[in-house]
């Protein structure tokens, strides 16, 4: 995926092509977790449309049953020795123990689970501690009585979508988060 060139197309390009790879990968394996990595601005593309191309990528993964977590995340803010922001995704099936405990959660709670799960309890947010937050957050359904289609989040989906979030059963809750930092370690020492 890039939208680095004048003129690329994000996921409707020649680069974004390869999303719809994955997408068949997902269609025919169903592999139970998912691990993906992509550019920073992934989350927020394309400018004339904001959010579009992420919130495809999370209705194609609520069309075949998973959850998804993100985080634009700076290696440097968690101590390695290179300055890169890049969007890390998560996605868990729904025959997982995992998602089936976020999902029986999610039914009960709502947004405080989603919350907790970006700030405490969820995978990235195990991986890559958060020390705060921004109050604002985005709580936006995907889902077929929002869109009846993936031609229609492509169509009419505009969305400010934050640096960290979580999507379940075609809900999804974004808010900022500030990375609890780590002391940086010098590359001699790796």
């Not at 998804?68 to 995340?73: D, Y």
């Not at 290696?75 to 998560?90: K, L, N, P, S, W």
């Not at 705060?132 to 889902?143: K, T």
């Not at 989040?153 to 999507?167: E, F, K, P, T």
Request: glycine letters at 6%; proline letters at 4%.
């Amino acid at each position: 995926y890039s939208i680095l060139k004048k003129g690329a197309k994000g996921i409707e390009g020649h680069k974004g092509r390869l999303w719809w790879e994955v997408d068949e990968i997902l269609q025919e394996k169903r592999p139970k977790y998912v691990i993906l990595e992509n550019v920073d601005r992934l989350i927020r593309s394309p400018a004339q449309q904001k959010g579009r191309d992420f919130s495809i990528i999370l209705r194609c993964f609520y069309e075949k049953g998973y959850a998804v977590e993100w985080r634009v995340i700076n290696a440097a803010e968690y101590g390695c020795a290179q300055r890169r922001r890049r969007t890390f995704i998560v996605a868990y099936h729904n025959s997982t123990p995992f998602y089936q405990k976020l999902a029986e959660e999610v039914c009960k709670r709502w947004l405080k689970t989603m919350h907790r799960y970006i700030i405490a309890d969820g995978i990235m947010a195990q991986a890559f501690p958060v020390a705060s937050f921004r109050e604002e957050f985005v709580d936006q359904w995907i889902d077929e009585l929002m869109f009846p289609s993936v031609q229609d989040v492509s169509a009419r989906q505009r969305v400010h979508l934050y640096d960290a979030g979580i999507m379940i059963n075609g809900r999804v809750y974004s808010v900022s988060v500030e990375p609890k930092r780590m002391p940086s370690i010098p590359l001699r020492d790796v």
